[in-house]
């Protein structure tokens, strides 16, 4: 019987930063630190041919202006990857070219932000400006190539060709497309458009450090990778990784954008040179302007199944826009095949392929779903058209076609899919949506129509092969514990989750312990919490490492007794010789090994990585009303129903997943990030780029349908990203169903919809 | 330019320039529950109150505090408690960033409108943008504590 | 980032008004939610603190509503939302949020013309007039047709005259900008229809206006009138929406806020 693990606990840190307690990188900024501020390029793509920072750095209060021609040139990428990273190395600290509106041209540190903003007005700056690549579509073959430099260095072959604006070319297929598709009754095929996304945390990127007494930098950051930003500023400023220390406080959020180290270069930069401490504090605009957004996708898919309603045939063909730098380029796209192709498992041939593509636009990055959702929205749009042409339920194709639990799965290369509660969760949203009775459309005056829909979606938990967490428990003097990680709770309840692991195996309660991370001087190395992963790969090393930690304490307290460890248990509180009064409780046992007599403090440590990336399931839901006037949708509900496996807090999973269902829906109905045809940004502030608000969402609904994973923690995978996936094909399918307008490209506005309707009436 | 004002219900003398927003001078004097989310007046993190009523200290020059009442979640620490307490079971904190100004929304709320509606209450909240908990963990939080019949 | 080089608080509008022509960079602050995203130096900043011109005020025939008067007092002011349907409440609602609306200050958005303000947009269905240091009391219509010229808004006068309204608008997201607003009056057989976001800044459509006092509503009569209004409107596109849609848009808000003026009667 389970104490903790299971248990809707609070999470440990939850009263501190409800109620405004200072636990946020700006709140800790040692005092005395430099205000820096970024002077940026006003061009899609340029090359600095003069700039003179004189004035500026004569400016009373102005510590230090760095240009180009100060700062180490060796390129790196800003993408917080496991080494070596897959991003290509393609962008210098500061560099003479710059390549889209925003891109950083001098580096200025002063006493005050206002001095700081003075001095950047300051300097002078002419630029020899290039036709920039705006349109995605245009980039391959463009005359501009964002990145001419002959020193972009590619850790490995991600089929970069860079004078074609290409950065990575990829083709994954499993049998023969194209005679299986001639096989095919039904064969569908449309092309969708998925728009790039904002992260939009309510804590902006921001990052301060200080030279402590031993010379060493000492970065403290809003990060989801420490020990990633390490290395990165260790290659980028040509210094030992060992000369640096990077520390996480309590992370205002961070959705894959506090995945790419956008911040900490300049600071860093800033100390190095003048030795004082530097703080970097993006604001609103910065953040929307100048850091990462998601990648937006052209994705083509085509679909074959035969006349027995199994879906034969999947073939997307991609291109993904990253934006000026190839953060995160390869990989996102590669996840968005990875993630579609083996959700259906009657398939014969099987096809992903397309290239990523340099334009002169604010980078792309991690987000969220990482490329899962572009992919989803295509494929599970392209499987709703299907069903209709087939003339099948879509529920019914989906669960007549899922890759089930014990069946093979392509996504483990053949091998067993071990845990899924997909089909449960598809028959028990339909119940919650009341599907039977809603589908497809039901009017509901003259003017205005309900309609439902529905997608399903898989990620990974974790990344196969690569990831790799370590954890520590230790025992403490006074009989606690002290759990240490390297993972990176960013408001998830990671933390929490991991005490409630670490709390069940030593069946001690949870305020026996205490968690620790992340700080890269004291925490044991994880990659940090990205690629849902923190759950399942780090809470397996927290789990084996308190096993390992029971173990000892079980040897040690049979050894104060004097009997072998087989004969002992431990209750949390004493260790006791089965069956008789001989005991010693936990408390004394801890005093006599770390103060007292036996001279060994106890420490239970785990190195854990996975061979699989065991995928998460949900089935979505929608019910929509469509204003055939205006055509403006209004979400009314939404189910998910989510398989991530054991659930270890119910209620930190359900925020997870209400949180990630209405970004899918922000997505989906408004977020939008646009630039114009000189490629600024149109969308730079919340006033502009509409993340959802408390009116827009309806009512989300979540219930958890459960499978045993395994490989897991207790059964566990993930739920981090997986939860953002559904809402866009599902609301997409919604609005059709109401009112036979399909919406390829995302967000689905009112104006879209209107213009549909418009056209389906002349052509009716 | 010296203002003289109540700040959590004790008397306050600040310096502070003509061009100087509350949410500043705040966290200047220590008061670090105080956070920015935008810079454009629309994210709700900053929310203090201004003689009761909440107001975006964001967008509040610091000069016009002056004889007025300033109230952060530092003054109203265990009204702010209670309902914390029921947000966090709730697991509706998230990342806690946008909390403290939520929350001073949600007591001014309950101070302001007597018997709110589910509809009012969204209303009346619809200014603080959260990111991480798609808001209806909050709902649940709201109505919790004002005694709402849930649904 | 905004700056002010020196702070005045004047006692008087004609000091304000003074100061505020003889310095050539000096500007009246009102509630600062806009001023404060532009990085504009101020010299000299005006603070009408000290002028009285926060609050509303009924008088036997009008209203009077100073200029720092906000958003949110306009939304709860217990008085004023008797008259006109509540027309004022439901125009400033939409708008961001409590907090927000604590913020803005009737005069400054009346002064700044806003192109996407809803509340300009339901002045105009309303008998609104402008007072102003300087340029004295004029039609809120008059006072946005005429070119920018230095001057202090002090209050607006709306005339208590018993008119029925409506207001519409139409938002993706709840508490975004507006793709479009509306607003309708209707008096004796004077009607006024306001049509604003367009994304240009709110205007009369005078000859809908007059259709829509002129006889008996039926449905049909009102899709002429919306259809009218809609044809009569210049439209601009912007990141919200296009130039056409506007105008489909219009159709429909002009149809179901004169549907509801007519439901009034």
């Given amino acids: ?764 | 330019m010296q203002i003289e004002f109540t700040l959590n219900d004790q008397p306050t003398v600040w310096d502070v320039s003509p061009d100087e927003f509350l949410a500043d001078t705040l966290r200047k004097h220590g008061f670090l529950s105080i956070r920015k989310g935008c810079n454009t007046s629309c994210c709700g993190l900053c929310t203090v109150w201004i003689d009761g009523k909440p107001t975006l200290s964001c967008t509040a020059l610091s000069f016009r505090m002056q004889g007025k009442s300033v109230t952060t979640i530092e003054g109203v620490a265990e009204e702010a408690a209670e309902f914390a307490r029921i947000l966090v079971a709730e697991g509706a904190e998230q990342c806690g960033f946008c909390s403290p100004g939520f929350i001073m929304t949600v007591l001014a709320l309950k101070h302001e409108l007597a018997a709110p509606t589910e509809e009012e209450i969204v209303h009346y909240l619809t200014g603080n943008l959260c990111r991480c908990t798609g808001y209806m963990g909050q709902m649940r939080a709201v109505k919790t504590y004002l005694g709402v019949t849930q649904r | ?265």
Wanted: net charge neutral; aromatic share 8%.
């Fill in chain 3, 1 to 265: 980032m905004f700056t002010v080089g020196q702070l005045v608080q004047p006692d008087t509008v004609e000091e304000a008004y003074r100061i505020l022509t003889e310095k050539k960079d000096a500007a009246v602050l009102g509630g600062c939610a806009f001023l404060r995203m532009g990085s504009r130096a101020i010299g000299t900043a005006i603070d009408l603190s000290h002028l009285n011109l926060e609050g509303i005020t009924e008088h036997a025939d009008s209203f009077e509503i100073g200029a720092m008067t906000t958003f949110r007092m306009l939304e709860t002011d217990s008085v004023l939302n008797t008259f006109f349907d509540g027309l004022l409440a439901e125009a400033v609602k939409p708008i961001i949020g409590v907090q927000f609306r604590h913020a803005v200050t009737v005069g400054a958005t009346v002064f700044s013309k806003y192109g996407f303000s809803d509340l300009i947009t339901a002045l105009q269905a309303l008998d609104t007039e402008v007072e102003l240091a300087h340029g004295g009391r004029m039609a809120l219509e008059a006072f946005l047709n005429r070119p920018y010229e230095k001057d202090v808004l002090t209050r607006l006068w709306i005339r208590k005259d018993g008119r029925r309204a409506a207001y519409q608008s139409f938002r993706n997201s709840a508490s975004d900008f507006p793709i479009l607003t509306t607003a309708v009056s209707l008096l004796a057989g004077q009607g006024r229809i306001v049509v604003g976001a367009r994304p240009l800044k709110a205007a009369i459509a005078v000859q809908a206006s007059q259709e829509l006092g002129r006889m008996d509503l039926n449905s049909q009569r009102m899709d002429e009138i919306a259809a009218l209004a809609a044809g009569e409107m210049t439209f601009g596109a912007n990141m919200r929406g296009s130039a056409e849609y506007r105008r489909e848009l219009c159709k429909v808000l002009v149809k179901r806020a004169v549907t509801e003026v007519a439901a009034c009667k």
């Fill in chain 1, 1 to 764: 019987m389970r104490k903790l693990v299971g248990k809707g606990v609070p999470k440990i840190d939850g009263m501190a930063i409800a109620t405004g307690k200072p636990a946020y990188t700006e709140d800790l900024v040692v005092a005395n630190a430099l205000v820096v501020k970024i002077l940026r390029s006003p061009h899609a793509f340029a090359r600095i041919t003069f700039i003179d920072v004189a004035k500026a750095a004569a400016l009373k209060g102005v510590e230090c202006v760095l240009t180009y021609q100060d700062v180490p040139k060796q390129r790196f990428t800003l993408a917080g990857q496991s080494y070596p990273e897959p991003s290509p190395y393609d962008r210098l600290i500061l560099d003479d070219m710059v390549r889209y509106v925003g891109d950083e041209v001098a580096i200025v540190a002063a006493v005050d932000e206002r001095t700081a903003l003075a001095a950047i007005d300051l300097i002078q700056v002419e630029y020899e400006i290039f036709e920039p690549v705006v349109d995605f579509e245009t980039a391959i073959g463009h005359p501009s190539v964002v990145h001419p430099e002959e020193d972009l260095h590619c850790n490995f072959d991600i089929g970069m060709k860079k004078d074609q604006n290409i950065v990575s070319s990829q083709r994954v297929e499993s049998g023969n497309v194209e005679e299986e598709l001639s096989q095919c009754d039904f064969v569908v095929e449309e092309t969708f458009y998925t728009q790039a996304n904002a992260q939009c945390m309510m804590e902006t990127y921001r990052a301060f450090n200080y030279l402590d007494h031993m010379g060493r930098l000492v970065v403290v950051s809003s990060t989801q990778v420490p020990f990633h930003a390490k290395r990165m500023l260790a290659r980028a400023l040509k210094m030992p990784a060992g000369k640096i220390r990077v520390i996480k406080p309590r992370i205002g959020g961070g959705f894959g954008g506090k995945q790419s180290s956008c911040v900490e270069i300049f600071t860093a930069a800033v100390t190095l040179k003048t030795g004082k401490p530097a703080i970097l504090v993006y604001d609103r605009e910065e953040t929307f302007t100048c850091t990462t957004s998601r990648h937006a996708m052209r994705l083509k898919v085509t679909l074959g199944a035969d006349k027995d309603g199994y879906i034969r045939v999947v073939d997307i063909h991609g291109l993904s826009d990253t934006g000026a730098y190839g953060e995160h380029a390869s990989t996102v796209f590669m996840v968005a095949g990875e993630k579609t192709l083996p959700l259906y498992n009657q398939t014969k041939a099987v096809r992903f392929m397309g290239n990523v593509v340099y334009t002169n636009k604010m980078p792309a990055g991690a987000f969220r779903g990482y490329g899962a959702t572009q992919g989803t929205f295509a494929l599970e749009s392209a499987v709703n058209l299907l069903a209709e042409k087939m003339g099948v339920d879509p529920a019914e194709l989906r669960l007549k076609n899922i890759a089930k639990e014990g069946e093979p799965f392509r996504g483990f290369k053949g091998g067993i899919l071990e845990s899924s509660a997909l089909n449960r969760c598809i028959e028990t949203g339909k119940e919650m949506i009341g599907w039977a009775v809603k589908y497809p459309r039901r009017s509901v005056s003259e003017t205005k129509v309900r309609g439902i829909g529905m997608a399903v979606t898989m990620q990974g938990s974790g990344i196969a092969n690569i990831d790799t967490a370590s954890a520590e428990v230790r025992l403490n003097d006074n009989g606690d514990f002290t759990l240490l990680v390297g993972s990176t709770d960013m408001g998830t309840g990671s933390d929490t989750i991991l005490a409630q692991m670490a709390a069940e195996v030593l069946e001690v309660s949870l305020d026996q312990i205490i968690v620790h991370a992340a700080d890269t001087d004291v925490s044991p190395f994880d990659p940090g919490s990205y690629a849902s992963s923190t759950t399942y790969v780090t809470g397996m090393a927290v789990v084996r490492a308190a096993q390992d930690l029971k173990q000892q304490i079980l040897e040690e307290g049979a050894k104060f007794l004097q009997v072998s460890p087989e004969e002992v248990a431990f209750n949390g509180h004493t260790v006791r010789m089965t069956g008789t009064d001989k005991m010693i409780s936990l408390k004394k046992l801890a005093e006599r090994l770390v103060v007292g007599p036996v001279h060994r403090q106890l420490v239970g440590n785990s190195t854990y990585g996975s061979p699989v990336s065991p995928p998460p399931f949900i089935a979505g839901f929608a019910e929509v009303e469509v204003d055939k006037e205006t055509g403006k949708v209004e979400l009314l509900d939404y189910v998910a129903v989510v398989d991530c496996g054991t659930v270890i807090n119910p209620h930190l999973a359900r925020i997870q997943t209400e949180g990630g269902i209405v970004q899918g829906i922000g997505m989906a109905l408004y977020e939008d990030v646009r630039v114009d045809s000189k490629g600024k940004l149109l969308s730079n502030s919340f006033m502009q780029y509409k993340i959802p608000c408390r009116k827009d969402i309806g009512t989300v609904r979540v219930a958890f349908k459960e499978s045993f994973e395994p490989t897991g923690p207790f059964g566990a995978k993930s739920v981090g990203e997986v939860v953002i996936n559904t809402p866009a094909p599902a609301i997409a399918a919604a609005v059709y169903n109401a009112v036979g307008v399909r919406i390829t490209q995302l967000p689905i506005t009112p104006e879209k919809v209107f213009m549909g309707l418009q056209k389906n009436s002349t052509r009716s």
